[in-house]
């Protein structure tokens, strides 16, 4: 009995090996380490290559107070001037009969004036603008130097350093959202904060949202915001039959949102 | 074998060529950015540059850390979900120095509106109000407590709501009388206004305990004959009462 039986392991061997397994443990405990997630975005380290970011709009929500647009002009000094807006509101008017009328005096930041109009209105409401952030978009396309693209994290970014100014990119983007800016010189637009998402924060427009009319997360993740507000309401994308397949989707929007 | 001879004119265009694409190969590795095409036809550099962009707005969560408490009251109003720099603005600034730098903290009129303005492009059932007779020329302030703006705390002054008629009464002869002297001021008037009324004097009588022959107030309040003056006339047909002053 007392004999060492070849086919069994020891005590000591098992503890030894048990030890060699003991860094892996490590693991267990990383995410309770304040400030990391073993996948989240709030460890210092982000890998671009595990998001893919997109924006909801829940128009029913939005209120147009603008002030989504003039947090975007603070955050990324956009000029403060009239035309040139990284996200804008507009307000549609839809008569009971003719066309539906669209205006964005100064892109909603400063509210809008009440409608003095003769016709009769049907039904009005607000809708934010923004780059869509198009997968396939026709912007990076015509770019002749490669001043535009799309990074790994799906969001359509502008080199300014590279960028020549050609104007190729706002003739070709069909929603408008890039504009020349006076000073650099270059083209700008939208980059959902790409400085403030890389962080584990939300965009500027997202975080000063009174409403939650605007949504943001990943396409990819089930957990994200995004996808919890796709699950639950019937969107639509912009101008979807030009095939830029935008990832900057509307709930509740009208037949007449273009 | 013969070698065929090599012209001269192939020769020196081989040399011209040469120079040339070797000239293209050089102005290439030094034009091109390093790091441009690693990850697709454009310079991966730049998605750093753009990512180092300075940050403005700090996001609720930092101003949890100092500001809890009002945070906390936020927490259970209907304001819950506004973020703070929507009406403070963008305070990393201030987060950076606090006691240096202080946000943005809109008092007057001008900014609630911008959410709570009668439109009627909002959607119904978002709480609006029609600013020109939403009690003109008062800061939302006086009644409303913005971190927690549903049931407005109750006015400290009659002035709060009742403007004009205190400002008329500052400039007569019963600037030293309070509103209580005349109006009894149940609670619920504070909360509710519209539908619990203050009262209102009913009487000749009740002007006369001060201003009637033979009463006892100081000798120099103005004097009248309750019998004679005014006949039928209630006082307030001819005295506005907050400005008493005959009309």
């Not at chain 2, 008329?168 to 509103?179: D, F, M, N, Q």
Request: hydrophobic content about 30%; some cysteine; glycine content about 6%.
């Amino acid at each position: 009995m007392n004999k060492k039986d070849p086919a069994r392991t020891g005590r000591r061997e098992f503890l030894m090996s048990c030890s060699r397994l003991l860094p892996l443990t490590g693991f267990l405990f990383y995410p309770l380490i304040p400030g990391k997630t073993l996948f989240g975005q709030e460890s210092g380290y982000y890998d671009p290559t595990r998001h893919n970011w997109a924006m909801g709009i829940d128009i029913p929500k939005c209120i147009g107070c603008g002030i989504c647009a003039a947090a975007c002009k603070n955050e990324n000094n956009v000029p403060r001037e009239e035309h040139y807006f990284r996200t804008w509101v507009e307000r549609y008017v839809i008569p009971t009969e003719g066309d539906a009328r669209v205006d964005s005096p100064d892109g909603g930041i400063d509210g809008f004036p009440e409608t003095k109009e003769d016709f009769e209105i049907l039904r009005s409401f607000f809708v934010p603008k923004l780059c869509n952030h198009c997968a396939n978009p026709p912007c990076v396309q015509v770019c002749p130097v490669g001043a535009t693209f799309t990074s790994r994290d799906g969001v359509v970014l502008v080199d300014e350093k590279y960028c020549v100014g050609c104007r190729y990119c706002i003739q070709a983007c069909p929603y408008g959202a890039r504009y020349l800016h006076p000073q650099k010189k270059v083209a700008d637009k939208c980059t959902f904060c790409y400085h403030r998402i890389t962080k584990g924060m939300l965009p500027a427009c997202v975080e000063v949202c009174p409403t939650q009319a605007r949504i943001f997360g990943e396409v990819g993740l089930a957990s994200s915001p995004l996808r919890r507000f796709l699950r639950f309401n019937d969107v639509i994308v912009l101008k979807a039959s030009l095939n830029t397949k935008p990832k900057v989707y509307y709930a509740g929007a009208d037949g007449e949102v273009r | 074998m013969n070698k065929l001879p090599v012209p001269q004119q192939i020769i020196s265009l081989a040399i011209v060529f040469a120079i040339l694409i070797a000239g293209l190969v050089i102005a290439r590795i030094i034009l091109v950015p390093k790091s441009f095409g690693e990850y697709g036809h454009y310079r991966a550099d730049a998605v750093d540059e753009i990512a180092s962009q300075e940050i403005k707005y700090a996001g609720y969560q930092a101003c949890r850390e100092c500001h809890d408490d009002i945070f906390e009251q936020k927490e259970n109003s209907n304001h819950r979900d506004v973020s703070c720099e929507v009406c403070h603005g963008p305070s990393v600034d201030h987060i950076n120095s606090p006691d240096e730098i202080k946000p943005i903290a809109p008092r007057g009129r001008g900014y609630c509106p911008l959410c709570h303005g009668y439109d009627p492009s909002r959607p119904t059932g978002f709480p609006q109000i029609i600013t020109s007779l939403h009690n003109p020329g008062k800061p939302c302030m006086t009644c409303h407590n913005p971190h927690n703006p549903l049931l407005p705390h109750k006015p400290e002054e009659c002035s709060a709501c009742h403007r004009e008629i205190a400002s008329e009464k500052r400039v007569s002869h019963h600037v030293s009388l309070a509103c209580e002297r005349c109006h009894t001021v149940p609670e619920q008037h504070l909360v509710d206004p519209r539908m619990t009324r203050v009262t209102k004097p009913a009487s000749r009588e009740f002007c006369g305990e001060c201003h009637a022959k033979g009463s006892t107030a100081p000798s120099e309040i103005p004097r009248i004959d309750l019998a004679t003056h005014g006949e039928r006339y209630l006082c307030w047909d001819c005295h506005y009462p907050h400005n008493p002053e005959a009309r």
